[in-house]
C-alpha cells in the first residue's frame, strides 16, 4: 500500500469530509459567530461523484444509532457508525494542526479506513459532469435538510480551512497566472 502523502489543505478536505458525516449537522451562527441551535442543516449524504466511479455516503439512525453506508454505484461498501468516523476525524484533525505549512504528511489509520469506505484519495476528483453541475471548484457535494421547512437541496461547497493560518481569497501562486 503506498501511503498518501498530502499538506494540510488537502487533508482538510477529508477532515470536512468526514466530520460532516459524523457530527450530521451543520448549526447557523449570528454575525459574531456565535452558534444557534434553532438554525441547522441535517446532513443527508455525502456524494463523491468522480471520473470512475460515484461513492455516496448516507446518513441513517438506527435504534438510536446514526450510521454510514457507503456504496459504490450502488453497490454496498461498507457500514460504520458515526461516532467511529468522527473519532477518525479527530485524529486527522490532529495531524493537520501539528502540520507546518507546505508540508506533507501520511496519516496511515486514517487512510485505511477511508479506504474500507471506497475513497481513494482525500482530495476531490470530480467528474466533468460534476464539475458542470456543481462548479469545477466544489471539494464536496452535500445533500442537507432544512430545520425549518425540511426543504432538501443537494449542493457543491469549496472547503476553506482556518486549521493552521487563514484561508486566502485569491491564490496568488505562479500557477495562477496573475502578472504583477
Same mark, same amino acid.
Request: charged letters at 25%; proline letters at 2%.
Given at each position: 500500500?503506498?501511503?498518501?502523502? /498530502?499538506?494540510?489543505?488537502?487533508?482538510?478536505?477529508?477532515?470536512?469530509?468526514?466530520?460532516?458525516?459524523?457530527?450530521?449537522?451543520?448549526?447557523?451562527?449570528?454575525?459574531?459567530?456565535? &452558534?444557534?441551535?434553532?438554525?441547522?442543516?441535517?446532513?443527508?449524504?455525502?456524494?463523491?461523484?468522480?471520473?470512475?466511479?460515484?461513492?455516496? /455516503?448516507?446518513?441513517?439512525? #438506527?435504534?438510536?444509532?446514526?450510521?454510514?453506508?457507503?456504496? &459504490?454505484?450502488?453497490? #454496498?461498501?461498507?457500514?460504520? *457508525?458515526?461516532?467511529?468516523?468522527? +473519532?477518525?476525524?479527530?485524529?486527522?484533525?490532529?495531524?493537520?494542526?501539528?502540520?507546518?505549512?507546505?508540508?506533507?504528511? $501520511?496519516?496511515?489509520?486514517?487512510?485505511?479506513?477511508? +479506504?474500507?469506505? $471506497?475513497?481513494?484519495?482525500? &482530495?476531490?476528483?470530480?467528474?466533468? #459532469?460534476?464539475? #458542470?453541475?456543481?462548479?469545477?471548484?466544489?471539494?464536496?457535494?452535500?445533500?442537507?435538510?432544512?430545520?425549518?421547512?425540511?426543504?432538501? *437541496?443537494?449542493?457543491?461547497?469549496?472547503?476553506?480551512?482556518?486549521? $493552521?493560518?487563514?484561508? *486566502?481569497? /485569491?491564490?496568488?501562486?505562479?500557477?495562477? $497566472?496573475?502578472? /504583477?
Amino acid at each position: 500500500m503506498a501511503v498518501w502523502q /498530502f499538506n494540510r489543505g488537502e487533508w482538510t478536505e477529508a477532515y470536512v469530509f468526514m466530520r460532516l458525516l459524523g457530527d450530521g449537522r451543520i448549526y447557523g451562527a449570528s454575525s459574531d459567530l456565535t &452558534k444557534d441551535d434553532s438554525c441547522y442543516i441535517d446532513i443527508v449524504d455525502i456524494i463523491r461523484d468522480e471520473p470512475d466511479k460515484i461513492l455516496i /455516503f448516507e446518513r441513517f439512525v #438506527e435504534t438510536n444509532i446514526a450510521y454510514i453506508r457507503a456504496s &459504490k454505484d450502488g453497490e #454496498e461498501i461498507n457500514v460504520v *457508525t458515526a461516532p467511529e468516523l468522527s +473519532e477518525y476525524a479527530q485524529v486527522l484533525y490532529d495531524s493537520i494542526r501539528t502540520l507546518a505549512a507546505n508540508r506533507v504528511v $501520511g496519516v496511515v489509520n486514517v487512510q485505511e479506513y477511508l +479506504e474500507s469506505l $471506497g475513497v481513494d484519495t482525500p &482530495k476531490a476528483n470530480l467528474s466533468e #459532469e460534476a464539475k #458542470e453541475r456543481y462548479g469545477a471548484k466544489t471539494d464536496v457535494i452535500i445533500t442537507s435538510e432544512e430545520s425549518l421547512d425540511h426543504s432538501r *437541496t443537494t449542493e457543491g461547497f469549496s472547503v476553506k480551512s482556518h486549521i $493552521g493560518s487563514p484561508a *486566502t481569497l /485569491f491564490n496568488c501562486s505562479q500557477t495562477s $497566472g496573475f502578472t /504583477f
